[in-house]
Nanobody, 119 residues
Framework: QVQLVESGGGLVQAGGSLRLSCAAS????????MGWFRQAPGKEREFVAT????????AYAGSVKGRFTISRDNAKNTVYLQMNSLKPEDTAIYYC????????????WGQGTQVTVSS
């Protein structure tokens, strides 16, 4: 099991930036990749970005590509989501999640951090 704690959320104006952090602990040696997801009020949870620990391969949702950057610090067992040019549509609770080695999905989830973008 991997424990995940997100931080860095807050209230920002449209066009602003925010950096989210996700600290992982526990069975991190079994982690293959980390992902960021978000859930806006009344909407389904959606994929935002992912990165592999080894190799640092990334993938992004089309809605954030070019604005958000996912990165990781292996020594700190921490992943980041740099969010630039924020839009009101980005308002959501942001969650980080762990994909285990040989896992078919994201198995471990953090508690989430609120991001609110005002217009």
């Amino acid at each position: 099991q991997v424990q995940l704690v997100e931080s860095g959320g807050g209230l920002v104006q449209a066009g602003g930036s925010l950096r989210l952090s996700c600290a992982a602990s526990g069975r991190t040696f079994s982690s293959y990749a980390m992902g960021w997801f978000r859930q806006a009020p009344g909407k389904e949870r959606e994929f935002v970005a992912t990165i592999t620990w080894i190799g640092g391969s990334t993938a992004y949702a089309g809605s954030v590509k070019g604005r958000f950057t996912i990165s990781r610090d292996n020594a700190k067992n921490t992943v980041y989501l740099q969010m630039n040019s924020l839009k009101p549509e980005d308002t959501a609770i942001y969650y980080c999640a762990n994909r285990r080695v040989f896992g078919r999905s994201y198995d471990d989830w953090g508690q989430g951090t609120q991001v609110t973008v005002s217009s």
